[in-house]
């Protein structure tokens, strides 16, 4: 120990201090004037991994069934992909003014900004084929003719309202086909089959093998829309590729058609769930009194509920 000779004290006497060699130990002599040194905290017992997996447990939040994902980036906003066909030999339908309607309520909405909407006509299977690999839609809406097998179309209410003049419905009539002259009839011969499904430009397309055209080029795809005739006769095997289908369970008319569409993605652009937006499409269709409010339908893979289904304002993702 040196000793540093500093100012006397009160009494006059010299003050010294103590000054710790290099080779002393500093931890035995405390400093002067502190009392003794501060207990230390005992050490936090660790943290168990059964604890830390209870807790996870209870934040998650329930996922839809994981997919495999393709290869490439992922879009930036959810995809509305919109799907036209009216093969020669049948009725023209509106699906220019349903188109317009569409994109006129997404424009007019607040998540316009989150939405991408697209287009495509005249297709066939290989611009649908094409169109969901490249684009990888969230939501696939078709428009155009469906057909049921025999059977299974139903009557109109008898309470029901008759249709305007000149309103074409959404169903291939193969009877009508038949009837027809030799120009007016479907150049390719799927289109004479009676059984279920929707038509392309090109051909029937049965639930199905449809399914497996989603499953195998878009995955991803959450909702699928069938804004044709009878399109409800399918929508059982659609929904085991997609979480959600609409579709109509008998023979909708042109205006019934645009105005379920307007209302459907009105709602959805509003940042409203799909079940809420069908609600709202069944809703303006009672509204202007057209006859096929009963039609609509909308079916949700097992343990899915369209409620919990959002395109914007939510986590479209999940």
Known sequence: MEECVGKCGPDGSTLRVGRPSDNEDTAASPAVGTGPPAATPPAAPPLQLSSLRSRFTRLRRPQAPVRARPPGPRPSRPVILFLAANPSGTARLALGEECAAIEREIAMAPARDDLDFRSKWAVNVDDLMRSLNRLQPMLIHFSGHGS??????????????????????????????????????????????????????????????????????????????????????????????????????????????????????????????????????????????????????CRTREGISADDIFLCGHEPWL
Not at 255 to 264: L, P, S, V
Not at 267 to 282: E, H, M, P, Y
């Open 148 to 297: 049921c097998a025999p059977g299974l179309r139903l009557p109109e209410p008898p309470a029901a309202p008759s249709r305007l003049p000149g309103d074409s419905q959404r169903d291939f009539e193969p009877a009508t086909a038949a009837s027809a002259g030799p120009d007016q009839r479907p150049s390719s011969p799927a289109l004479e089959d009676t059984g279920t499904g929707i038509y392309l430009q090109d051909t029937r397309v049965t639930g199905s093998a449809l399914a497996k055209m989603i499953a195998s080029a878009s995955p991803e795809a959450r909702v699928l829309v069938l804004n044709a005739c009878f399109s409800d006769a399918v929508a059982a095997s659609l929904c085991k590729e997609v979480d959600c289908v609409v579709s109509m369970s008998g023979a909708v008319g042109d205006e019934a058609a645009c105005a379920f569409a307007a209302g459907f993605y009105r709602a959805l652009g509003n940042g409203r769930s799909v079940g809420n937006a069908v609600r709202q499409a069944v809703a303006t269709l009672a509204a202007l009194q057209l006859p096929d409010e009963h039609l609509p339908v």
